[in-house]
Protein backbone atom coordinates (compact mmCIF):
# COMPACT_ATOMS: atom_id res chain seq x y z
CA UNK A 1 0.00 0.00 0.00
CA UNK A 2 2.65 2.66 0.50
CA UNK A 3 4.14 1.97 -2.76
CA UNK A 4 0.68 2.73 -4.26
CA UNK A 5 0.50 6.29 -2.29
CA UNK A 6 4.21 6.88 -3.48
CA UNK A 7 2.85 6.20 -7.37
CA UNK A 8 -0.13 8.15 -6.75
CA UNK A 9 2.25 11.29 -5.39
CA UNK A 10 4.98 10.63 -8.13
CA UNK A 11 1.61 10.87 -10.83
CA UNK A 12 -0.01 13.96 -9.10
CA UNK A 13 4.00 15.85 -9.54
CA UNK A 14 3.99 14.78 -12.63
CA UNK A 15 0.73 16.15 -13.41
CA UNK A 16 1.71 19.30 -12.22
CA UNK A 17 4.72 19.41 -13.77
CA UNK A 18 3.04 19.17 -17.59
CA UNK A 19 0.51 21.75 -16.82
CA UNK A 20 3.49 24.06 -15.69
CA UNK A 21 5.79 23.31 -18.96
CA UNK A 22 2.51 23.64 -21.19
CA UNK A 23 1.85 26.98 -19.33
CA UNK A 24 4.96 28.34 -19.91
CA UNK A 25 5.42 27.30 -23.56
CA UNK A 26 2.14 29.11 -24.01
CA UNK A 27 2.42 32.08 -22.26
CA UNK A 28 6.02 32.50 -24.58
CA UNK A 29 3.62 32.10 -27.34
CA UNK A 30 1.42 34.68 -26.30
CA UNK A 31 4.10 37.42 -25.54
CA UNK A 32 3.20 36.87 -21.61
CA UNK A 33 5.79 34.87 -20.57
CA UNK A 34 8.26 37.94 -20.57
CA UNK A 35 6.03 40.51 -18.27
CA UNK A 36 7.11 38.12 -15.88
CA UNK A 37 9.84 38.99 -12.96
CA UNK A 38 12.90 36.96 -12.73
CA UNK A 39 11.72 35.58 -8.86
CA UNK A 40 8.28 34.33 -11.09
CA UNK A 41 9.97 32.73 -13.92
CA UNK A 42 12.61 31.11 -11.41
CA UNK A 43 9.78 29.52 -9.37
CA UNK A 44 8.14 28.03 -12.37
CA UNK A 45 11.67 26.93 -13.65
CA UNK A 46 12.44 25.19 -10.30
CA UNK A 47 9.65 23.72 -9.55
CA UNK A 48 9.84 21.81 -13.07
CA UNK A 49 13.60 21.27 -12.66
CA UNK A 50 13.57 20.15 -9.00
CA UNK A 51 12.12 17.03 -7.65
CA UNK A 52 9.32 18.78 -5.85
CA UNK A 53 6.54 17.00 -4.03
CA UNK A 54 3.80 19.82 -4.47
CA UNK A 55 3.36 19.18 -0.26
CA UNK A 56 3.92 23.17 1.09
CA UNK A 57 0.73 24.81 0.49
CA UNK A 58 3.07 27.87 0.45
CA UNK A 59 4.83 26.35 -2.74
CA UNK A 60 1.75 25.59 -4.10
CA UNK A 61 -0.50 29.56 -3.55
CA UNK A 62 3.00 30.84 -5.08
CA UNK A 63 2.32 28.88 -8.16
CA UNK A 64 -0.94 29.47 -8.92
CA UNK A 65 0.10 33.00 -8.47
CA UNK A 66 2.16 33.16 -10.99
CA UNK A 67 -0.18 30.94 -13.54
CA UNK A 68 -3.00 33.69 -12.23
CA UNK A 69 -0.71 36.41 -13.51
CA UNK A 70 0.63 34.37 -16.62
CA UNK A 71 -3.01 33.52 -17.86
CA UNK A 72 -4.51 37.25 -17.17
CA UNK A 73 -1.69 38.59 -18.82
CA UNK A 74 -2.00 36.49 -21.97
CA UNK A 75 -5.57 37.08 -22.09
CA UNK A 76 -5.18 40.54 -22.14
CA UNK A 77 -1.95 40.67 -24.42
CA UNK A 78 -4.44 38.38 -26.90
CA UNK A 79 -6.97 40.76 -27.25
CA UNK A 80 -4.96 43.51 -27.63
CA UNK A 81 -3.29 41.70 -30.23
CA UNK A 82 -7.08 40.92 -31.94
CA UNK A 83 -8.07 44.83 -32.07
CA UNK A 84 -4.85 46.00 -32.55
CA UNK A 85 -4.54 44.09 -35.35
CA UNK A 86 -8.17 45.15 -36.90
CA UNK A 87 -7.11 48.98 -36.08
CA UNK A 88 -3.72 48.35 -38.04
CA UNK A 89 -5.58 46.95 -40.93
CA UNK A 90 -7.85 49.83 -40.90
CA UNK A 91 -5.29 52.25 -40.88
CA UNK A 92 -3.09 50.60 -43.33
CA UNK A 93 -5.62 50.53 -46.03
CA UNK A 94 -6.64 54.32 -45.18
CA UNK A 95 -3.03 55.04 -46.06
CA UNK A 96 -2.65 53.26 -48.85
CA UNK A 97 -5.70 55.08 -50.66
CA UNK A 98 -4.12 58.24 -49.69
CA UNK A 99 -0.76 57.28 -51.80
CA UNK A 100 1.36 55.65 -48.78
CA UNK A 101 2.37 52.52 -50.40
CA UNK A 102 4.83 51.48 -48.03
CA UNK A 103 2.10 51.56 -45.71
CA UNK A 104 0.23 47.97 -46.69
CA UNK A 105 3.28 46.41 -44.13
CA UNK A 106 1.26 48.04 -41.44
CA UNK A 107 -1.10 45.29 -41.29
CA UNK A 108 1.98 42.25 -40.83
CA UNK A 109 3.58 44.35 -38.41
CA UNK A 110 3.14 42.64 -34.95
CA UNK A 111 4.67 45.13 -32.64
CA UNK A 112 2.87 47.86 -34.41
CA UNK A 113 -0.57 46.19 -33.78
CA UNK A 114 -0.07 45.53 -30.14
CA UNK A 115 0.63 48.98 -29.10
CA UNK A 116 -2.69 50.33 -31.12
CA UNK A 117 -4.79 47.67 -29.08
CA UNK A 118 -3.13 48.49 -25.87
CA UNK A 119 -3.26 52.45 -26.11
CA UNK A 120 -6.54 52.35 -28.05
CA UNK A 121 -8.62 49.18 -26.12
CA UNK A 122 -11.25 50.81 -23.51
CA UNK A 123 -9.94 50.30 -20.07
CA UNK A 124 -6.92 49.89 -21.17
CA UNK A 125 -5.22 51.15 -17.84
CA UNK A 126 -1.54 50.40 -18.72
CA UNK A 127 0.74 49.28 -21.41
CA UNK A 128 2.70 46.79 -20.08
Not at 9 to 31: D, M, P, W, Y
Not at 65 to 73: A, F, G, I, R, Y
Not at 78 to 84: D, E, P, S
Request: hydrophobic fraction near 40%; proline fraction near 1%.
Amino acid sequence: MHDAGRIASVSFSQKINNHLKKAIITSKRRGAWFWLDRREKSLLYLAIRLKVSYKSLDLLRALTSVLKKLEQQGETLYAWLQRGTRLAWAFSEFAVRCGNRSAASWRNDRSYALYLGAVLSKGAGRVP
